[in-house]
T-cell receptor, first 112, second 121 residues
Framework: GEDVEQSLFLSVREGDSSVINCTYT??????LYWYKQEPGAGLQLLTY?????DMKQDQRLTVLLNKKDKHLSLRIADTQTGDSAIYFC????????????FGIGTKLQVIP | GAGVSQSPSNKVTEKGKDVELRCDPI?????LYWYRQSLGQGLEFLIY????????KSGLPSDRFSAERTGGSVSTLTIQRTQQEDSAVYLC???????????????????FGPGTRLLVL
């Protein structure tokens, strides 16, 4: 079945860039997402990318997709302490209902 | 409402008791999802509703788990005879619509509630 993998933990200094990586197995994935979960809160959609795109930029966020390697990354420029959270990578297939498969989440710690 | 709401926000119960968790989706969202987030684990899909029907119940861990949705809106997830391993955060999400064809992103995106933290003692 579908599988999404990501590292568990990332620590960066405030002001540096953060890069969170994710790999997925479903070659038919059409939508690829990044969600953010702050402590005690639900998941918030940060950004998404279609599988026919290589890159998407949205303010401090840059998503890169290597479809050949099934690798997705999220780059956060000028990381702030408010960016400390768990970041989930997720993917969904192109047809049928939106059964989204989530990764385990990467906990980002921003050191002041 | 403005977003997906869930109640209660926290629930502590004794092993063997039944619990009901409630989800109020965003108004107009026809699709509703339940997930479970256990400590140190990712999101585990439990069940999906399209309207009042549940075409995919494949994620329910056992027959102690059931869910219903009435009026195409509120959904209740019921766990009978709770066990300690049921302790987790139960998240609900809703989306505008699902179908077998491509839709604009805003219709496909799942919006999550804050979750119910369940602790079974």
């Amino acid at each position: 079945g579908e599988d999404v993998e990501q590292s568990l933990f990332l620590s960066v200094r405030e002001g540096d860039s953060s890069v969170i990586n994710c790999t997925y197995t479903d070659s038919s994935s059409t939508y690829l997402y990044w969600y953010k979960q702050e402590p005690g809160a639900g998941l918030q959609l940060l950004t998404y990318i279609f599988s026919n795109m290589d890159m998407k930029q949205d303010q401090r966020l840059t998503v890169l997709l290597n479809k050949k390697d099934k690798h997705l990354s999220l780059r956060i420029a000028d990381t702030q302490t408010g960016d400390s959270a768990i970041y989930f990578c997720a993917e969904s297939p192109p047809v049928g209902y939106q059964k989204v498969t989530f990764g385990i989440g990467t906990k980002l710690q921003v050191i002041p | 409402g403005a977003g997906v709401s869930q109640s209660p926000s926290n629930k502590v119960t004794e092993k063997g008791k039944d619990v009901e968790l409630r989800c109020d989706p965003i108004s107009g969202h026809t699709a509703l999802y339940w997930y479970r987030q256990s400590l140190g684990q990712g999101l585990e899909f439990l069940i999906y509703f399209q309207g009042n029907s549940a075409p995919d119940k494949s994620g329910l861990p056992s027959d102690r788990f059931s869910a219903e949705r009435t009026g195409g809106s509120v959904s209740t997830l019921t766990i009978q005879r709770t066990q300690q391993e049921d302790s987790a955060v139960y998240l609900c999400a809703s989306s505008f619509k699902t179908s077998g064809r491509y839709l604009p992103m805003y219709q496909e995106t799942q919006y999550f509630g804050p979750g119910t933290r369940l602790l079974v003692l």
